[in-house]
Structure formats: structure tokens, C-alpha cells
């Protein structure tokens, strides 16, 4: 009889710039899961949206174009249909554009189904900024990562910067302060450290440590045979 345990899921979840990109993607690697940047799947939303030009305040229109983007993760880039979008979603109009609608209750809606479709054999490292709490309630552990608004901005800039793309750090501190506030007051599925998650604040601590920390969490969650 087939084995009808789900895959175990790591669940990171933290604000804008925590670095919980860079320790999702490297866990993923050492233990030879996949890797879920649910964030990609709103900026790709926001994206296509500001393209076509569409009210984001318009949730019914967003929603649509939600449920018909087909994104698809592969490897380091990510493509809409044939289009690479891997630096085009990075930027911080997209970023901003996706916290806007994703405070959208039928924007989330239509991103679920996919969201949970990538937990596959032999599991999913997922970040973002409710895997813990709505996506994967389940999950084997949950992180919490923070840092400092300051130490965020900092990454933000030296991340955009090494892209070759336009950076300002007072407009990153001013960005990052107002996604903060938009990801943690929205009514629906609002940045939240979940029940359960253990919090891990990197101000000052190199990626290495991190992924250490939540590799050796991970060792000793529960349902770990
Ligand atoms: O993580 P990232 O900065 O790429 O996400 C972009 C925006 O998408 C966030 O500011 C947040 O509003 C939204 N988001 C979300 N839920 C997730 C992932 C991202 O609301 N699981």
C-alpha cells in the first residue's frame, strides 16, 4: 500500500528582507527538498497586473489574473509561460504592488491550490509570510525569522545593487516600514510569528548560522523518523 504520509514541510515565514529567501533556498538544498517562494507567486500577480495596467484595487480583476498566470519555478528563475521574470518580480514597484494585493482574500484564495501542489516527496522547504499559519498548518517546523528594519534595508540594497538594479536606502527603510505594516494589519492571513513557530532574529548573524539553526530544528522536530 502506498505510503499516504504527506511530505514534510519546512515552513519559514518572516518579513521583507528577513533573509528568509537565502536560508529557504539553502535548506532546501542540504537536505534535497524543493523549495516554494510563495512571495514570487505575488509579485508575479502584481506584475503581469501593473503591465496590463489593472486597478489594483480592483479585487475581482486581480483575482482573475491570479488564476490565470501560470508561473513556473525553475531552478533560480522563474517564468511566466516562456517569459523569464526572475529580475523583473525583484523589483521594489513589483514588491510593493504585491503587498497591495495580497491583502486581497480572493488573490490568496487563488493562490492556495497552488501553493500546496509543490509539496512533493521528499518535501518542501516553503517561505513566505503564512506558510506556518494558512498553507502548511502541518508542517514539520515552522521559523519565525526577523532582523531589524535597519539590517533588512541594508540586505535589501546590497541585493538589488549586486542585480544591477536602482537602490536608495531611505526609500528601502520607507518601503520595508510600510510593507511591514501592510503584511502585519491586513485582515486576512496577516505576518504572524504562528503557534508553534520558533523565532530566530539574524541582525548580525551570518546566513551559515541560520541554515545551521534551522537544519539542527529540523532534526529534532517530532515527526522526523
Ligand atoms: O517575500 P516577498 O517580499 O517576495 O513577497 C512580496 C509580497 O508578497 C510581500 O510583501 C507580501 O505582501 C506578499 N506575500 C504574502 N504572503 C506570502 C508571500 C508574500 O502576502 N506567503
Same mark, same amino acid.
Given at each position: 500500500m502506498a505510503d499516504s504520509t504527506p511530505a514534510p514541510v519546512i515552513a519559514i515565514d518572516g518579513p521583507s528582507a528577513s533573509g528568509k529567501g537565502t536560508v529557504a533556498q539553502r535548506v532546501a538544498t542540504e537536505l534535497g527538498f524543493h523549495y516554494l517562494d510563495s512571495g514570487a507567486l505575488y509579485r508575479a500577480a502584481a506584475l503581469v497586473a501593473l503591465e496590463a495596467g489593472t486597478?489594483?484595487?480592483n479585487e475581482s480583476d486581480i483575482a482573475h489574473i491570479t488564476m490565470n498566470i501560470n508561473v513556473i519555478f525553475d531552478g533560480e528563475h522563474v517564468r511566466l509561460e516562456s517569459r523569464d521574470i526572475t529580475d523583473a518580480i525583484r523589483e521594489e514597484r513589483v514588491g510593493v504592488a504585491a503587498s497591495r494585493i495580497a491583502s486581497w482574500p480572493k488573490v490568496r484564495a487563488a493562490l492556495l491550490g497552488r501553493q500546496r501542489s509543490l509539496r512533493r516527496p521528499p518535501g518542501l522547504v516553503a517561505e513566505g509570510r503564512?506558510?506556518?499559519?494558512? @498553507?502548511? $498548518?502541518?508542517?514539520?517546523l515552522k521559523i519565525f525569522l526577523t532582523a531589524s528594519v535597519e539590517a533588512r534595508a541594508e540586505r535589501r540594497y546590497k541585493q538589488l545593487m549586486g542585480k544591477g538594479l536602482r537602490a536608495n536606502m531611505a526609500a528601502l527603510l520607507h518601503d520595508i516600514r510600510a510593507r511591514d505594516a501592510r503584511d502585519s494589519e491586513r485582515? @486576512?492571513? $496577516?505576518?504572524q510569528k504562528s503557534a508553534g513557530a520558533i523565532v530566530l532574529?539574524?541582525?548580525?548573524?551570518?546566513v551559515e548560522e541560520v541554515v545551521a539553526q534551522v537544519l539542527a530544528r529540523y532534526k529534532q522536530a517530532p515527526q522526523v523518523p
Open positions: 486597478n489594483l484595487e503564512d506558510m506556518g499559519s494558512v @498553507v502548511f $498548518p502541518d508542517a514539520a485582515a @486576512v492571513a $496577516p505576518l532574529d539574524t541582525t548580525g548573524m551570518p
